[in-house]
């Protein structure tokens, strides 16, 4: 019985903390910009046009001098996370730079991606660093990194810029509540069913 409770709960444990997409607490943005949808949350609702789509549909999108524009689009996942992959919709002819922070003070660049390098030879580019994915692109490919801050902005193009999706996978460092609660409700259901017998 001892077994069982063992490996019921160390079943539990890893569910709770398997890396997933995770869903921001909130989007902001900074410069001006127009968005082909309901709010910010576009950029992680999991749901990018498909490549080659016209660079401004379902998307955030901006003008600008090349590195200038002053258009920051930022995630706070609303706690720590490892993050592990990134999925991401962009103008395929820009270059877009990535960078995360655990405080929202400090940021470090998590990767640059570089215009042209996917599949499209215009409009929306899908890229992603998940090895067996079909729009992998091994430039964007980044060992885990702590982080409750993302943001991606521009850094050279043809100034018209958009990114149509920003989603993350990862493991949050202390797990949420409902993770908690979870774990401790099948745990107690375990010690129930092991007391009756």
Same mark, same amino acid.
């Given at each position: ?19 997933? /997409? ?15 949808? /309901?709010?910010? =949350?576009?950029?992680?609702? =999991? ?12 998307? @955030? ?23 592990? $992959?990134?999925?991401?919709? @962009?103008?395929?002819? $820009? ?22 390098? =996917? ?15 079909? $729009? ?6 980044? /060992? ?10 521009? @850094? ?17 460092? @202390?797990?949420? /509540? ?9 745990? =107690? ?9």
């Amino acid at each position: 019985m001892k077994t069982l409770l063992l490996a019921a709960s160390m079943m539990l444990a890893s569910s709770a903390w398997a890396a997933a /997409p995770i869903t921001p607490a909130s989007a902001s943005a900074t410069g001006i910009y127009t968005i082909d949808g /309901p709010d910010l =949350g576009i950029l992680t609702d =999991g749901h990018a046009p498909p490549e080659s789509t016209f660079y401004q549909t379902a998307a @955030v999108s901006w003008l600008g001098q090349e590195g200038v524009s002053g258009v920051a689009l930022t995630l706070d996942f609303g706690q720590l996370y490892s993050l592990t $992959d990134v999925f991401m919709g @962009v103008d395929n002819n $820009d270059f877009y730079q990535v960078q995360v922070s655990a405080d929202g003070t400090q940021w470090n660049t998590l990767f640059t991606n570089l215009a042209f390098e =996917g599949q499209a030879n215009s409009g929306t580019e899908l890229i992603s660093s998940v090895a067996n994915h079909i $729009d992998y692109q091994a430039s964007i490919d980044f /060992p885990s990194v702590m982080a409750r801050y993302a943001r991606i902005y521009a @850094v050279q193009g043809d100034g018209a810029y958009s990114v149509s999706e920003l989603a993350f996978s990862g493991v949050a460092v @202390v797990p949420e /509540p409902e993770a908690w609660a979870m774990l401790l409700a099948g745990l =107690g259901l375990i010690g129930a069913a092991s007391r009756r017998r």
